[in-house]
């Protein structure tokens, strides 16, 4: 048995590289996995594993697996992106809930991604991927390519050039088209993403602005592709939008 060599790191290093390793598919790991996707030896990542687990990042079940704790979670609330935005959003996503019983949702920019950081759902809701916390393309939702089309140029670029990962069939993957799209939503004030994701889903978006009229977030509805008529939910959410962006300072002016 080749014995696993650990490379020099630092202690945050060490304690991010345990962290990472937990996803939305791996929410729960064991000591080994955990020493194999962090690249650290045994003893290394159980002596770190206490520490996170003292203070509350990470908790231990009975199965002696790990998951993250409710400390995290807590300290992860606080990120001022989506602290004052949360509070606004929630009222609206509740009414927009109530009028469709539908998957509403609000997401931010974070790199080549999109970031959810609020979902109303319910039990009849079409099956969605998302939850607060997860990640998913720009080029393939509606709120990524809301968010993209009010990138700067040079961002538009970049995730145009780099690989675009095909979810379905419906997948935009071809960048003239894209930046079509792109266009077509700066113009129209929405963006629609038909099965992109899912074949089961389409989803209808719409750009938060903050005070100085710039979109810092997008908010969204999923409903189901077959027969669901996406565009007549496009009003909805084009005026929930507004009235998360009047909460966070945008000018009723504003568009």
């Known amino acids: 048995m080749v014995r696993q060599r650990e490379l020099p790191r630092s202690g945050t290093q060490r304690v991010l590289a345990i962290l990472a390793a937990f996803t939305a598919e791996r929410p729960v790991l064991a000591l080994s996995e955990i020493s194999r996707l962090a690249g650290l030896a045994l003893t290394t990542t159980h002596r770190q594993l206490a520490e996170l687990t003292r203070w509350g990042a990470l908790e231990r079940g009975d199965d002696g697996r790990y998951r993250i704790g409710l400390r995290l979670w807590e300290v992860g609330a606080l990120a001022p992106r989506s602290l004052g935005l949360r509070e606004a959003a929630l009222p609206f996503l509740e009414d927009l809930y109530e009028a469709t019983h539908q998957n509403v949702q609000v997401a931010v920019l974070d790199g080549r991604e999109v970031v959810y950081v609020e979902r109303i759902t319910g039990r009849d809701a079409v099956h969605v991927v998302t939850r607060p916390g997860s990640r998913l393309p720009l080029h393939a939702t509606a709120v990524g390519l809301v968010l993209l089309a009010h990138a700067p140029i040079s961002e538009i670029d970049a995730v145009l050039a780099a690989p675009l990962k095909r979810y379905t069939e419906y997948t935009v993957t071809d960048p003239a088209r894209l930046r079509r799209a792109l266009a077509d939503t700066r ?9 992109q994701i899912e074949t089961v889903s389409t989803s209808v978006a719409a750009p938060i602005r903050d005070e ?3 979109v810092v977030a997008a908010l969204s509805i999923v409903v189901p592709a077959k027969g669901a008529h996406a565009r007549r939910h496009v009003p ?3 005026a929930a939008a507004r009235g998360v962006s009047r909460g966070i300072g945008s000018t009723p002016g504003n568009p």
């Open 187 to 195: 113009r129209n004030g929405y963006a629609i993403s038909v099965r």
């Open 212 to 214: 100085r009229d710039v």
């Open 236 to 238: 909805a959410v084009l």
